[in-house]
């Protein structure tokens, strides 16, 4: 369990540095004055992968966790609603659009609306997965790794 929740944590930071470098890669090409290469394909794909893993190791960790407790109390404890609704929700909602996202740039007709894509759905995504990362300072019982 120990290693699952270390693996979680530790993975949340290639997460981060892929979303961040496919939107950066996207910045200033969503005007369609560049190619869409496969390098920039890649960037997005990896930021996909990343996360969609990160997702299932949280889904395991969701149901084996001892911070998530099914139970009406859990409602008014603030550690034990952020891991059994909000971060769940929060984390899901910001993979179905990074998937989008990743989906629309595939059939995007013009190099810039697929750099868009990109841009606009992932860096939705990655605000939503910045503000329901359990940070130390939350108090919450992240860690930083």
Same mark, same amino acid.
């Given at each position: 369990?120990?290693?699952?929740?270390?693996?979680?944590?530790?993975?949340?930071?290639?997460?981060?540095?892929?979303?961040?470098?496919?939107?950066?890669?996207?910045?200033? %090409?969503?005007?369609?004055?560049? *190619?869409?290469?496969? %390098?920039d394909? =890649?960037?997005?794909?990896?930021?996909?992968?990343?996360?969609?893993?990160?997702?299932?190791l949280?889904?395991?960790?969701?149901?084996?966790?001892?911070?998530?407790?099914?139970?009406? $109390? !859990?409602?008014?404890?603030?550690?034990?609603?952020?891991?059994?609704?909000?971060?769940?929700?929060?984390?899901?909602?910001?993979?179905?659009?990074? $998937?989008?996202?990743? !989906? =629309?740039?595939?059939?995007?007709? $013009?190099?810039?609306?697929?750099?868009?894509?990109?841009?606009?759905?992932?860096?939705?995504?990655?605000?939503?997965?910045? *503000?329901?990362?359990?940070?130390?300072?939350?108090?919450?019982?992240?860690?930083?790794?």
């Open positions: 369990m120990e290693i699952l929740r270390h693996a979680h944590s530790g993975l949340r930071w290639l997460v981060l540095i892929a979303l961040i470098l496919a939107i950066v890669n996207a910045v200033g %090409k969503t005007n369609g004055s560049k *190619a869409f290469t496969d %390098k394909k =890649k960037y997005g794909l990896f930021a996909l992968i990343f996360t969609h893993l990160q997702f299932v949280g889904l395991v960790l969701y149901f084996s966790s001892p911070k998530v407790v099914f139970a009406a $109390t !859990s409602m008014k404890s603030d550690v034990l609603r952020f891991f059994l609704v909000e971060h769940i929700s929060i984390m899901l909602i910001a993979i179905i659009l990074i $998937t989008i996202g990743y !989906s =629309k740039s595939k059939r995007a007709q $013009t190099d810039g609306k697929k750099f868009k894509s990109i841009l606009v759905f992932y860096l939705i995504g990655l605000i939503l997965i910045l *503000a329901s990362i359990p940070w130390p300072f939350l108090n919450y019982g992240g860690s930083w790794f």
